[in-house]
């Protein structure tokens, strides 16, 4: 009888650690957006933010712009393996946060830093966070995806999710963004169409021109709040389709929606 109680509180133990291993995600958390009638952004990252001529901040100003709001950017965009903990030494870095210019700060660690390394990574957003809000800025956290090669996008939520709410922080869930249409891509486009380049039709690494409006339209609506269904926007390097636009800005915003604060009225 002993050995058998035993078995069973074992059972249970490895059970519930099971479950713990097994759960994806923390729900997220809403927030009001911080720039809902425009104001100033300066955005830290390396070239998931500026592939192929597609500059993720300017495409935003356009956005912004299309939409009536005034948009100020600022960036340090560095390509290459840099982790997020360096950029805070960079003295681009350094004098945008002693000009005290910039309203929101939007971060975006190396791709594979938040899994690989997530006590560097959470301690560079806290190092990250701390200067921002004595430069008298707010912090918001971008979320990047997962590769065709290397499927770890429930653990990237999790830590984006992890850090984001212990230190109340809004988070642009692209990543979430890139899953849902790699799971349901329009017709006639592979799973990773968002990553996929001419040498690498089946996905790559870096964001192509649709991948750079998921981002912009993720961020535009985090940062504002504004719906960006609609939205027509020329900017350099951007060639999509009105009809490929609005439904990315449909897929974006679906995800977006879930971060901002629920209408009036609006079911629980």
């Not at 963004?177 to 790699?182: A, F, P, T, V």
């Amino acid at each position: 009888m002993p050995h058998r109680w035993l078995f069973l509180g074992l059972g249970l133990v490895l059970g519930g650690a099971c479950r713990c291993q097994e759960q994806v995600v923390l729900p997220p958390i809403r927030h009001a957006p911080p720039l809902p009638h425009g104001g100033s952004v300066f955005f830290v990252g390396n070239s998931f933010f500026a592939w192929d001529g597609h500059n993720l901040p300017e495409w935003v100003k356009a956005l912004g712009a299309a939409d009536g709001v005034a948009l100020e950017v600022g960036s340090d965009i560095v390509p290459g393996d840099r982790r997020l903990g360096e950029f805070l030494s960079d003295p681009t870095v350094v004098a945008a946060l002693a000009s005290r210019r910039y309203q929101v700060w939007v971060l975006q660690a190396h791709e594979l830093e938040p899994v690989d390394h997530p006590a560097e990574f959470e301690r560079a957003i806290r190092d990250f966070d701390r200067a921002i809000r004595a430069a008298g800025g707010r912090t918001v956290l971008f979320m990047t995806w997962e590769f065709p090669w290397r499927r770890f996008l429930p653990e990237l939520i999790r830590a984006y999710e992890s850090i984001g709410q212990s230190l109340a922080l809004p988070i642009i869930p692209a990543g979430e963004i890139y899953g849902d249409l790699e799971r349901t891509p329009p017709p006639g486009l592979p799973p990773f169409f968002l990553i996929a380049d001419r040498d690498h039709p089946e996905g790559e690494l870096h964001e192509n021109e649709l991948g750079t409006a998921v981002n912009t339209f993720a961020t535009y609506g985090i940062l504002t709040g504004r719906d960006p269904r609609g939205l027509n926007f020329t900017t350099q390097g951007a060639t999509i389709t009105p009809a490929l636009m609005g439904l990315l800005s449909e897929r974006a915003w679906a995800r977006v929606t879930e971060r901002l604060p629920r209408p009036a009225g609006a079911p629980l």
